[in-house]
């Protein structure tokens, strides 16, 4: 197989991964600069996104069945193409629900949330693209951690975000939605390890 047909999938993997930056950064401006009337043209714009993620993930689908020789497993291709498109998916899930649950204002710790996820998306980018010299990398497995711990630090402020909810507010409609918001907030960073370890899979069957 030629370098420039082995480049394709890791490029398109770095393209992927961009996609969920882009989303993230969406959905934290539009909790940073919260207008609830603002929230339709929010959501077209994290949609936009979100399809073309799709679009480009059908693409490296379309050339894997076709391909005779691919760099590394077909089952991985698989498995990071549709992961790394389930961190975009989960982002503009939060979206959904900030509109869905009619929220009125952000909490600050829903924010600080949504920074960490952008971290672990970024982190997720980043892994990508050292990820084509998987073979050789030195700094990889590091970066597989590093996701890794961001992803358990997201985890800290879900639990302390949760008991926070449930201790001062009293409005049993507004914990039932926000309860919910920080779920879908948890589970971006989730979606971020997951990519971490179907890398960590890969290099440690080529290893």
């Not at 996104?49 to 379309?62: F, G, I, R, T």
Request: glycine share 0%; hydrophobic share 40%; charged share 30%.
């Amino acid at each position: 197989m030629s370098k420039k047909q082995d480049a394709f999938y890791f490029e398109s993997f770095i393209a992927c991964a961009d996609f969920a930056c882009q989303a993230a950064h969406l959905l934290e401006k539009a909790m940073e600069e919260f207008s609830p009337e603002e929230l339709p043209q929010k959501l077209d714009e994290i949609h936009a996104v979100e399809h073309a993620a799709d679009e480009k993930k059908h693409v490296v689908l379309n050339t894997m069945v076709k391909a005779f020789i691919t760099p590394i497993e077909r089952e991985d291709i698989i498995l990071l193409s549709q992961n790394i498109d389930e961190m975009t998916d989960k982002i503009e899930d939060v979206l959904i629900r900030i509109y869905h649950n009619n929220i009125r204002s952000i909490r600050p710790d829903a924010l600080q949330l949504a920074k960490v996820v952008i971290r672990c998306c970024e982190a997720v980018k980043e892994m990508m693209g050292e990820f084509a010299d998987f073979k050789r990398s030195k700094t990889l497995h590091d970066r597989v951690v590093n996701i890794n711990t961001m992803e358990e630090e997201a985890d800290q402020l879900y639990i302390s975000s949760m008991h926070t909810l449930h201790t001062t507010c009293t409005d049993p409609i507004e914990i039932i939605s926000w309860r919910e918001i920080y779920m879908y907030l948890e589970k971006c960073a989730d979606a971020c390890e997951h990519v971490a370890d179907v890398v960590e899979s890969v290099v440690m069957k080529n290893s």
